[in-house]
């Protein structure tokens, strides 16, 4: 059994999608309704996985004494848009069964255009049920782009359903990947600009990483791919003249609408998680659940679920908490905190790590009194900032 206190945000991972994309390579299976029974097995998954999560969910509340005060809630995927209204509603009871929410600043939810467009239902459910915050995963707004990455999707539906979205009041986010096979500059531009324009508070932008068992990473090699860095410095140029801030290497938001759940990771506060191939971090225990719903549902049926996080975690000593904690804090604009990373690690590490960072160019940080952050050109070279950490 795990003890846990002081947890700030829970995450969901619902695993399951319309279709897998050409490119992915996170954990999600698809719900085909191809065979004429496809719609109920896909209700008999989804169930099947509601029926784990509330037993998962159970055995956190049990190991916590009592219901966790958490400040955000991220639920994502897969798809978690492609639920019915009734696994809403039961997965919305499972949360409250763990969760008090009096102190709850943010609650995010993924979805993909396709299945919200069908779905127009769920923004209304989500607005009743202290839900904040949708994350649209459009990824490019040129069809060519999106066939080449099997989304489910066209731009125009991407763009209706971020409609939707902002006329229901939520705080909109957009995904987008850049260095797709064919992209060019233009069209890179014009995704960029159509979605600045479509009323969204928040922006991440990712470069496609081919993952070679993916059918993408089949059909192009990492030498077919157009140069990334191009496109994110044209991203950091545009996205910060329209006044989206760049407060991650990935995320750019307008003032005061930043993602609370993701600056709950970077700033490496306790995240609770939940669902197959879930992760999370307590007081330096980084887990992560099982990668595939039978290997979920069989330690949660079996009551092994928590030896098996107990043998399959990483118990991080104090020097690679601190390195971690670096990585994670550089990533954002806020950069390392001295005063509290010193209170949290002691001043030794600091200095280690301050040295390293020292050592290298000065023109990738911004440095003042008690906070060393990365400058634009700093956040360009993020990993091989890391690569020095790793090595103290
Ligand atoms: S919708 Fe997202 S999680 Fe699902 S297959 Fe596509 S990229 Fe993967």
Not at 141 to 162: F, P, T, Y
Not at 198 to 204: K, M, N
Request: glycine letters at 6%; aromatic letters at 10%; one cysteine or more.
């Amino acid at each position: 059994m795990i003890k846990i206190k002081n947890i700030s945000g829970l995450y969901i991972h619902v695993p399951f999608c319309k279709a897998k994309c050409a490119y992915c390579d996170f954990y999600s299976i698809a719900l085909t309704s191809s065979s004429p029974d496809g719609l109920l097995n896909s209700q008999l998954e989804i169930d099947a996985w509601l029926d784990a999560l509330e037993l998962e969910a159970k055995l956190w509340r049990n190991a916590a004494g009592g219901k966790l005060k958490i400040k955000t809630l991220y639920i994502g995927g897969g798809t978690p848009s492609i639920l019915s209204l009734s696994a809403w509603q039961r997965l919305i009871k499972i949360i409250l069964s763990l969760c008090d929410l009096s102190n709850l600043r943010e609650a995010s939810v993924e979805a993909n255009p396709s299945s919200l467009i069908l779905n127009k239902d769920l923004l209304k459910f989500w607005r009743e049920n202290f839900i904040t915050r949708v994350s649209l995963g459009v990824q490019s707004l040129n069809n060519c782009e999106l066939k080449i990455l099997g989304r489910v999707h066209d731009a125009s539906m991407a763009l209706k359903a971020l409609n939707l979205i902002i006329n229901a009041n939520f705080n909109a986010s957009a995904d987008l990947i850049f260095g797709l096979p064919k992209q060019d500059l233009r069209s890179w531009h014009n995704s960029l600009k159509l979605i600045i324009n479509s009323g969204v508070r928040h922006i991440s932008a990712y470069q496609l990483t081919l993952e070679p068992h993916t059918p993408l990473g089949k059909i192009y090699k990492d030498a077919d791919l157009p140069d990334g860095y191009k496109f994110y410095r044209y991203a950091q140029w545009l996205l910060n003249h329209k006044n989206f801030a760049q407060y991650e290497i990935s995320n750019f938001a307008l003032k005061g609408y930043e993602c609370q759940h993701n600056i709950l990771y970077w700033r490496q506060e306790n995240v609770l998680a939940l669902g197959p191939a879930a992760s999370g971090y307590i007081d330096g225990l980084r887990y992560k659940n099982p990668e595939s719903l039978a290997s979920y549902y069989k330690i949660l049926r079996e009551n092994l679920y928590f030896n098996n996080i107990l043998a399959c975690a990483e118990n991080l000593d104090l020097k690679s908490r601190a390195i971690e904690c670096a990585v994670l804090n550089l990533r954002t604009r806020d950069g390392i905190s001295k005063r509290e990373f010193i209170l949290k690690f002691g001043e030794e590490l600091f200095k280690s790590i301050e040295k390293i960072l020292l050592s290298l160019p000065e023109n990738l940080f911004i440095i003042n009194k008690d906070r060393i952050a990365l400058s634009a050109a700093g956040m360009r070279v993020g990993n091989a900032i890391w690569a020095e950490l790793m090595d103290l």
